[in-house]
Each structure stands twice: as structure tokens, then as C-alpha cells.
């Protein structure tokens, strides 16, 4: 092992406020909460604060931070920018700068233990919270890859005023709802500690248990899962083998029945001008990393001998017919640039392109049926081969 990847590995200073942070909200939700609720009980009108701010606070990070900011997946008007930046902060979870340069070194260096700052390959307990409780090569920051958000006035006053922002959003709010209502206790117990500790582990399992357990349909080189019982807890953030192949898509779960509440939100407000320029994945491109992943799989099963002679000749004929259709969508792509780009946008040839496109989606999308009905032919075989 080099040195570089062995100093990876040393744990160096502990950084007390996380440690304290997560330790106090942990304990008080863990201990605290419960034994209150026991014997003095809780209020409907807490619980209903506690899932107000939880969902603002969630929504913040993933419709915030991570898909508006990290990824610039579409653009808002600057008063949902505000809030997000006002319940990010109550979500203590770090300044907008902070959070989105750690993110996108993630994204670059992904599974790299010398790079990446939370490197599922270093271990759950250190991708779920570890990496923030003590100092490690990775935790240094220069903001070298957040340049952009420099440049963003609310994102810098935020985090020039992250602490009485985040003061006033938990401890300031919390009073005057406990004021209100005749209960502050209660109140910073579930609206407060509760929400703090359920917001923090359920954001925090997408490093850990996402990037340990479930599906990869779209990428095999990389830790990243799409686990749908996790999903349901963390706002859409679950389809996140889909996002590490596709992460300027400003959607997760990409299909109407995927459970992806910040991809409806973001949706929602741009059909009232609140966000604009939605990016998404083209269907050509989605189905085609789908196809070549299941080549992948089909290329190792040949190479250790386990497939039948006759469905080395099939896979070839797929393999052509791919290389055939993905030529054809250049050239259409083509076409509709030169289109979009003359001097009048031909409406009629920019139709019969789109046409020929969405052909050509369903095309691969069936050849996709084809290749996992001839795998499947295949399990099926062998036990009758072995009789």
C-alpha cells in the first residue's frame, strides 16, 4: 500500500461540533423523546411542526443543495433559492459552499479512498457519519470546484452567516412555535431533536446504505444502488445508481410511478415559472446504458464459458443491431441541431426527427426485453441440461 493511501486511511483531530451534534440529537431522540412522550404525551399540533420542518428541512437539502445546487439540474427564482438556503441550515447539515464542494468531489473522484470524502469502499460506519466526526485528508476544502456558487449572492451570504441563520431557524422558531402552542419542551423535542436526528441518518444513508444495497441497472463500476425501500425516506434521493450515470437529470426516479417527491416539486413550480430549464437525460441515452450493461454481464458469462455456443451468435447480432441504431440517433441529432440552428426552424423536419427518434427509443427499449428473455432462456435451460 502507498503512502498517500495509508495517510487516507489516519484519523487525525476529532471535530467536536458534528461529533456533539450528532451524539446530543441521537440521544435526546433516542432516550429523551420517548420517555416524554410517555409521560406527558404529545400534541398533534407537534407532530404536525415536526413534518413541516422535517419535509422543508429534506427538501432543502435534495431540491436544494444537491439537485439545484451541486448539479445545476435546472435554475429557481432566487425566493425558492432563499428558502432553501434558510431551511438548509436548519437541516445542519453545513452551508450550501461546503456541502456542494464535498458532493461534487464525490461525484468526480466516486469510491476513490484517497479523494472521494465519504468512500463507500472505506466502510459504512464511515461513509454514514464517520468522515465528518474527525479530520482526514479528504475533509480539507479549497472550494476550487465551487467557483460558480461563489458567485451566488445568496449562497455566500448564507455561508458567511451560517450560524445565526442556523440559530435563528431551529432555536428561533422552536420558541415561538412553543410559545404558541404551551409546550416549548415538546416542541424542540419532536420539531427539534426528533426531526434534526431522523433528517440527518435518513440524508446520511444515501453514502452508506445506498452505495452498499440494491439494483444497478444503469452502472456496474460504481458502488451507487437504486434501493427502493431507502428511497421512501429520503424525498426520491433512493434512485441513486440512476443519478451517479445521469446527474445533471434533475430527476431520480425518471418513470410517472417512481416515488420521487423533489422531482414533482421541482415540476410543479415550473408550471408556475417559480423553476425553469429542467434537465433531463435523453431516452436514447438512458436505454443505450442499459443495453451496454447488459452486454456486460452477457460478455462475462461467454468469457467464463457458462452460455450456450448458439447465444454467443445472438449477442453478436444484438450487439451490431446497437451499434446501428446509436449511428442512426447521431445522425438525427445531427439534423436536429442543423435544423433548430438555421436561419428558420423547420418545424416539419424538426417533427419527423422527433418521430424517427422516439422510434428509435422503443427500438432499444425492446432489444433491452430481448436480452433479458434470452438470459433468462438460458438460467432456465441449464438445470434441464444438468438432468
Excluded at 444537491?66 to 425566493?79: F, G
Aim: glycine residues 6%.
Amino acid at each position: 500500500m502507498n503512502t498517500t493511501s495509508i495517510n487516507s486511511t489516519v484519523k487525525r483531530k476529532r471535530f467536536w461540533p458534528p461529533t456533539l451534534l450528532f451524539a446530543i440529537t441521537g440521544l435526546l431522540a433516542i432516550i429523551v423523546v420517548p420517555l416524554y412522550g410517555f409521560i406527558f404525551g404529545y400534541h398533534w399540533y407537534q407532530w404536525l411542526a415536526f413534518a413541516v420542518m422535517g419535509a422543508m428541512c429534506s427538501l432543502s437539502i435534495t431540491a436544494g443543495y444537491h439537485r439545484l445546487w451541486s448539479h445545476k439540474s435546472y435554475e429557481a427564482h432566487w425566493a425558492l433559492r432563499l428558502l432553501f438556503a434558510l431551511f438548509g441550515a436548519a437541516a445542519l447539515q453545513d452551508s450550501i459552499l461546503k456541502w456542494c464542494d464535498h458532493h461534487r468531489h464525490h461525484h468526480q473522484f466516486v469510491d476513490d479512498n484517497n479523494r472521494d470524502p465519504y468512500s463507500a469502499k472505506r466502510g459504512f460506519w464511515f461513509s454514514h457519519i464517520e468522515w465528518m466526526m474527525h479530520e482526514y485528508p479528504t475533509s480539507h476544502q479549497n472550494f476550487e470546484n465551487v467557483q460558480d456558487l461563489k458567485r451566488d449572492k445568496i449562497v455566500m451570504w448564507q455561508h458567511n452567516n451560517y450560524i445565526p441563520i442556523t440559530a435563528t431557524m431551529n432555536l428561533g422558531i422552536l420558541t415561538l412555535l412553543g410559545i404558541c402552542t404551551g409546550d416549548i419542551i415538546g416542541m424542540f423535542l419532536l420539531a427539534g431533536a426528533l426531526r434534526i436526528a431522523f433528517c440527518h441518518h435518513t440524508t446520511f444513508m444515501v453514502n452508506s446504505i445506498i452505495h452498499r444495497f440494491g439494483s444497478q441497472p444503469y452502472r456496474d463500476d460504481v458502488t451507487a444502488c437504486d434501493n427502493k425501500i431507502v428511497n421512501f425516506f429520503v424525498f426520491g434521493e433512493g434512485y441513486h445508481n440512476y443519478h451517479h450515470a445521469f446527474q445533471l437529470d434533475y430527476r431520480n426516479g425518471i418513470h410517472w410511478f417512481h416515488y420521487d417527491p423533489t422531482k414533482w416539486v421541482i415540476k410543479a413550480l415550473s408550471l408556475i415559472g417559480i423553476t425553469r430549464n429542467l434537465k433531463v437525460a435523453s431516452p436514447v441515452k438512458i436505454q443505450k446504458a442499459k443495453l451496454d450493461l447488459q452486454f456486460k454481464k452477457a460478455r462475462k458469462k461467454l468469457e467464463s464459458g457458462s452460455l450456450p455456443k448458439g447465444v454467443e451468435e445472438a449477442l453478436k447480432s444484438e450487439a451490431l443491431q446497437l451499434t446501428h441504431t446509436l449511428e442512426k440517433w447521431e445522425q438525427l441529432q445531427l439534423k436536429s441541431y442543423k435544423a433548430k440552428n438555421g436561419e428558420k426552424p423547420n418545424k416539419w423536419e424538426l417533427t419527423q426527427i422527433q418521430t424517427k427518434t422516439n422510434e428509435l427509443e422503443y427500438s432499444l427499449k425492446m432489444q433491452g426485453e430481448r436480452l433479458q428473455a434470452l438470459m433468462e432462456h438460458v438460467q432456465e435451460e441449464k438445470p434441464k441440461e444438468a438432468l
